[in-house]
């Protein structure tokens, strides 16, 4: 693409050579002549002045002292999104069935469907228009997929789980799976049947190895455009909201809700049966053990310290509560003090 054909495309202010050819992205480092790259963390800032990158992604406030092609936009790291979305050179799969998938013959899909080696799809299941079924990848009965639907290797879907349009499952994904439901029987657990199913609504992606259980009862519920990151556990009758982001390893227990434009750090664990409402961001290994009622910044856990430090801290940790009570006692004997000195002042 010419320079100026992207401009437009992202909505850039252009400064410099608008018929520049690009033919890829790369990082400020790593650029070649031809490459288009980007400045959205001040830590590369460095990399800016000897980069060979053809053309720059900046921010409308930079001031840099860079001679060559400049792109100014508000959101550099969306732009540059948007740049390496155009510029994907990744071919489509072919629309064809491979000879090794087994398909039940009650199943529906046309032409545009592509399902590569090993997949076995059971009876009644649904698909849009342009999906594609990875190699390995298993759905059971009753499952419906929207349009456009890409299901990379070895995914599973159980059975009766809802798919909306433009779903993105990466390698390894389990959606529908028994939620961790058994009840206490005089020291023997019995299970709970999980009658329940997922419900996946447009434009979700899920990252590779994260599990998402059935409901109990109702169903567990992913809202549109939310976005889930590797290896994220989310047990039965969850709700999150639409366009909530979560990162890595977090573990989200039954039946909690979680609200629309929120962000969750990696590691973190959200308790079960809990509200969080919309516009919250919980910063990484926090553990939420109650309610959020305010949009907003939380966290918890305590960051990283050099082992000494660490030992002290947390020696003295394990002695507030005796603290507190030392202080409460003095507190009491103050105003003890106080009092007795007011009687004797009347007198």
């Not at 740049?83 to 998938?101: G, M, Q, Y």
């Not at 023997?188 to 009658?195: A, C, D, E, S």
Request: aromatic share 4%; charged share 20%; glycine share 10%.
């Amino acid at each position: 693409m010419k320079l100026h054909e992207i401009a437009q495309f992202i909505g850039a202010q252009l400064h410099g050579d608008p018929d520049c050819d690009i033919t890829g992205v790369a990082s400020l480092q790593d650029a070649i002549p031809g490459t288009i790259s980007f400045l959205s963390n001040s830590k590369y800032q460095h990399f800016l002045a000897d980069s060979k990158a053809s053309a720059v992604i900046l921010d409308l406030s930079e001031s840099q002292n860079y001679s060559g092609n400049i792109l100014r936009v508000e959101n550099v790291y969306l732009a540059y999104a948007k740049v390496a979305t155009v510029l994907n050179t990744s071919p489509d799969p072919a629309s064809e069935i491979h000879k090794s998938a087994q398909i039940h013959q009650s199943s529906q899909f046309d032409n545009s469907v592509s399902i590569a080696a090993n997949v076995t799809i059971s009876e009644n299941v649904t698909m849009g228009k342009n999906c594609y079924i990875g190699p390995g990848c298993v759905i059971e009965k009753n499952v419906s997929l929207g349009d456009d639907v890409r299901l990379l290797a070895n995914v599973v879907l159980c059975h009766d789980v809802k798919l909306g349009s433009r779903v993105l499952l990466h390698p390894g994904v389990v959606v529908g799976s028994d939620g961790f439901g058994i009840a206490n029987d005089r020291g023997v657990w019995f299970k709970v049947p999980q009658l329940g199913s997922v419900l996946i609504a447009d434009d979700v992606e899920i990252g590779a190895n994260t599990t998402i259980d059935r409901g109990a009862l109702e169903n567990t519920i992913i809202e549109q455009g939310v976005k889930l990151d590797n290896q994220i556990q989310i047990a039965h009758n969850v709700k999150i909201g639409a366009h909530t982001a979560i990162a890595g390893c977090v573990g989200i227990a039954g039946s909690a809700v979680i609200g629309k434009h929120c962000g969750i750090g990696g590691g973190s664990v959200i308790l079960g049966h809990l509200e969080i409402t919309d516009q919250v961001e919980i910063l990484a290994m926090s553990l939420v053990s109650q309610s959020i009622k305010n949009p907003g910044q939380y966290s918890s856990g305590t960051p990283v310290q050099d082992k000494k430090t660490w030992n002290k801290n947390n020696a003295r940790l394990r002695k507030l509560d005796e603290l507190s009570k030392r202080v409460k006692q003095l507190e009491k004997e103050i105003k003890n003090s106080q009092r007795n000195s007011n009687q004797d002042g009347d007198k």
